[in-house]
């Protein structure tokens, strides 16, 4: 069996937290592909980090959620696994000029989504309003003779 034939036939495995994420558009675009995968899904830090990364690590060095393993290949990154399926599934354009229109829409898609995600999760100033009132406090010990945190 020729090597391309053997890649055809084998799994691809998709990584990724527990949560729809990153990792939604990636399953939907396997989906849309009629791509075999495993799904798998990390719900804890350890079965991340100790059980699964040391492995992709082994693969890629830029090892980090979402991964897809194809083969003998591993992808990390969100986008760059957008890029690989577009590129194995024929779902990126056929021409330069196509291509290029993907990219661009790939990246105001990704404009949009970080400042929804400003909008609808406002962590950022929630957690430097934390950072500054712990300063504060810690300001405060120190003033009145403690040691400070």
């Given at each position: 069996?020729?090597q391309?034939?053997?890649?055809?036939?084998?799994s691809?495995?998709?990584?990724?937290?527990?949560?729809?994420?990153?990792?939604?558009?990636l399953?939907?675009?396997?989906?849309?592909?009629?791509?075999?995968?495993?799904?798998?899904h990390?719900?804890?830090?350890?079965?991340?980090?100790?059980?699964?990364k040391?492995?992709?690590?082994?693969m890629?060095?830029?090892?980090?959620l979402?991964?897809?393993?194809?083969?003998?290949?591993?992808v990390?990154?969100?986008?760059?696994?957008?890029?690989?399926?577009?590129?194995?599934?024929?779902?990126?354009g056929?021409?330069?000029?196509?291509?290029?229109?993907?990219?661009q829409?790939?990246?105001?898609?990704?404009?949009?989504?970080?400042?929804?995600?400003?909008?609808?999760y406002?962590?950022?100033q929630?957690?430097?309003q934390?950072?500054?009132?712990?300063?504060a406090?810690?300001?405060?010990?120190?003033?009145?003779?403690?040691?400070?945190?």
């Amino acid at each position: 069996e020729s090597q391309e034939a053997l890649h055809s036939t084998m799994s691809i495995e998709l990584g990724y937290w527990g949560n729809r994420g990153l990792g939604a558009p990636l399953r939907m675009m396997l989906t849309y592909a009629g791509a075999e995968y495993k799904d798998v899904h990390f719900s804890s830090m350890d079965a991340w980090f100790k059980d699964r990364k040391p492995a992709i690590l082994a693969m890629n060095p830029l090892a980090n959620l979402p991964y897809l393993v194809d083969g003998d290949k591993c992808v990390c990154q969100t986008n760059s696994v957008f890029y690989y399926l577009g590129e194995k599934y024929g779902l990126s354009g056929s021409t330069p000029d196509e291509k290029l229109n993907n990219e661009q829409l790939l990246c105001e898609v990704y404009d949009v989504r970080n400042n929804m995600l400003e909008l609808v999760y406002p962590f950022k100033q929630v957690i430097v309003q934390v950072h500054v009132r712990r300063g504060a406090r810690r300001r405060r010990a120190w003033a009145c003779g403690g040691k400070g945190a």
